[in-house]
């Protein structure tokens, strides 16, 4: 069975950094895309990172390489690493995996940027 | 990137009654060369994340209902819920996979009761 969990989510200042952990049993981030999407109010559902077994890395152009995505094969888990955030990257994060996200979802993590 | 449209933003319908939500592409994401529109149906529940519903347009995924359909080609795109039941109640996105990432969702339509 496919699972995914998001952890590392929270309440944190503008400005500030965050690293987001998706944990994944049932399938390795090594064999598939790999990808995290969110959905902030007003922003509606957007992808926003993700890679290809092969380790190519995609990224939304209006990120302006603030987030990185990363993964540890040895952990089966893959990363998002965001920095510079601002009130605009507030919303739950999902990890995703297969192409579209068409294996599965995590449940997801709430990030909000505030002071 | 490509904008996807949904309409209406809202619908309400009586139990048992149809639901139709149309999603229109800004260009075709019909692939010439296999003749596939690369184009999936997501439902979202409160506090859940999307489930995929409908890829290819018009594949429902295993274990989802068949009172859920998908047609459409090239731009214009329909989810038809045949019969509403209560657990129906959602919000729906069509999301198009024809471009590499980012694909693009529409903004959602959220069907109730009426």
């Known amino acids: 069975e496919v699972r995914l969990v998001e952890t590392g989510g929270g309440l944190i200042q503008p400005g500030g950094s965050l690293r987001l952990s998706c944990a994944v049993s049932?399938?390795?981030?090594?064999?598939?895309?790999m990808s995290w999407a969110r959905q902030g109010p007003g922003r509606g559902l957007e992808w926003v990172a993700g890679?290809?077994?092969?380790?190519?890395?995609y990224y939304v152009d209006f990120l302006k390489g603030r987030f990185t995505i990363s993964r540890d094969i040895s952990k089966n888990t893959f990363y998002l690493q965001m920095s510079s955030l601002t009130a605009d990257d507030t919303g739950v994060y999902y990890c995703?995996?297969?192409?579209?996200?068409?294996?599965?979802w995590g449940p997801g993590t709430l990030v909000t940027v505030s002071s | 990137d490509i904008v996807m449209t949904q309409s209406p933003d809202y619908l309400a319908v009586s139990l048992g009654e149809r639901a139709t939500i149309n999603c229109k592409s800004g260009?075709?994401?019909?692939?010439?060369?296999?003749?596939?529109?690369?184009l999936a149906w997501y439902q979202q529940k409160p506090g859940q994340p999307p489930k995929l519903l409908i890829t290819?347009?018009?594949t429902r995924k295993s274990g989802v209902p068949d009172r859920f359909s998908g047609s459409g080609s090239g731009t214009d795109f329909t989810l038809t819920i045949s019969s509403l039941q209560a657990e129906d109640v959602a919000v729906y996105y069509c999301?198009?996979?024809?471009?590499?990432?980012?694909?693009?969702f529409g903004q959602g339509t959220k069907v109730e009761v009426k």
């Open positions: 995703a995996a297969g192409d579209w996200g068409s294996l599965g």
């Open positions: 049932g399938f390795t981030v090594d064999g598939n895309f």
């Open positions: 890679f290809y077994s092969d380790g190519t890395e």
């Open positions: 260009q075709s994401v019909l692939y010439s060369s296999n003749n596939k529109n690369y």
């Open positions: 290819w347009a018009s």
């Open positions: 999301q198009q996979y024809y471009t590499t990432f980012p694909w693009t």
